[in-house]
């Protein structure tokens, strides 16, 4: 069978743990968010969200970077460039299938307004963007990442 004679994944153990650390980050950080610190439930008022606005600001970008690299992790047999672009549209793909679950909440579950959907996909543009150039600096090492314009 196709699973038996092919490997799933086409990454490196340090990839591996780096995707497990952020992923995990990512879940707690949004957990402690949504719980008031662990102090009641899920879906019990207050949580962080609703008393520091920018909580945002670090959600996304972690979660974004969680699913990128894990999209990253999957052994799709092309070249860099392409990988790189369908994890990069796929993050986005997922960040504007959050915001039509927020438009779809209750009214006054989320906070809605233009300005905050517009940082939430900058903020999901720049997670999975750092995803991947973490991702080309581990797979072809640091020598290797061409700086043709901007080197230091």
Request: overall charge negative; charged content about 15%; proline content about 4%.
């Given at each position: 069978?196709?699973?038996?004679t092919?490997?799933w994944?086409?990454?490196?153990?340090?990839w591996?743990y780096?995707t497990?650390?952020?992923s995990?980050f990512?879940?707690?950080?949004?957990?402690?968010g949504?719980?008031?610190?662990?102090?009641?439930?899920?879906?019990?008022?207050?949580n962080l969200y609703d008393?520091?606005?920018r909580?945002d600001?670090?959600?996304?970008?972690?979660?974004?970077?969680?699913?990128?690299a894990i999209i990253?992790?999957?052994n799709?047999?092309?070249?860099y460039r392409k990988k790189w672009?369908?994890?990069?549209?796929?993050?986005m793909?997922?960040?504007?299938?959050?915001?039509?679950m927020?438009a779809?909440?209750?009214?006054?579950f989320?906070r809605?307004?233009?300005?905050?959907?517009?940082?939430d996909?900058?903020?999901d543009?720049y997670?999975?963007?750092?995803?991947v150039?973490?991702?080309?600096?581990?797979?072809?090492?640091?020598?290797r990442?061409?700086?043709?314009?901007f080197?230091?």
């Open positions: 069978m196709w699973f038996e092919r490997s994944l086409e990454t490196t153990r340090k591996v780096f497990s650390i952020i995990f990512a879940v707690l950080v949004h957990s402690a949504q719980t008031g610190g662990f102090q009641h439930g899920y879906w019990e008022e207050p008393t520091w606005l909580f600001e670090i959600t996304h970008p972690l979660s974004s970077m969680a699913i990128t990253l992790n999957l799709l047999p092309m070249i672009i369908i994890a990069l549209s796929l993050g793909f997922l960040a504007v299938l959050w915001e039509i927020e779809l909440a209750p009214a006054g989320f809605i307004t233009p300005v905050d959907t517009l940082l996909f900058h903020q543009f997670g999975s963007a750092l995803a150039l973490l991702y080309t600096i581990n797979m072809r090492g640091i020598e990442v061409e700086l043709t314009k080197q230091l």
